[in-house]
């Protein structure tokens, strides 16, 4: 089985920082794209940022310039470093990643959530 798992959501003040991390874990042969979303409530989920196992990343235009991701492929590992937060940020966090597995079949993998809250 492969899986991945979120950490590193909380509370925080507005302008403040928050590094999310999500890691990946099972039967990996490999992981294509990897990406973070969210969703807020009331709305619907949505594409925060997301990167291929080439390096090539993709922000949504309401994070470009605030937020980065990367990866450490020897640790299966995908980051969200988020500066300058504000409170329409505030939404649960998830991560996605495409695991191929060593039969070579995709997985569309989605961890828990992370909740991220955005508060004076």
């Known amino acids: 089985q492969v899986r991945v798992v979120e950490s590193g959501g909380g509370l925080v003040q507005p302008g403040g920082s928050l590094r999310l991390s999500c890691a990946a874990s099972?039967?990996?042969?490999?992981?294509?794209?990897m990406g973070w979303y969210r969703q807020a409530p009331g709305k619907q989920r949505e594409l925060v940022a997301d990167?291929?196992?080439?390096?090539?990343?993709n922000y949504a235009d309401s994070v470009k310039g605030r937020f980065t991701i990367s990866r450490d492929n020897s640790k299966n590992t995908v980051y969200l470093q988020m500066n300058t937060l504000n409170p329409e940020d505030t939404a649960v966090y998830y991560c996605?990643?495409?695991?191929?597995?060593?039969?070579?079949?995709?997985?569309?993998?989605w961890g828990q959530g992370t909740q991220v809250t955005v508060s004076s």
């Open positions: 996605n990643a495409v695991i191929v597995g060593y039969g070579r079949s995709e997985y569309d993998t």
């Open positions: 990167i291929t196992s080439g390096g090539t990343t």
């Open positions: 099972g039967n990996i042969f490999s992981i294509n794209t």
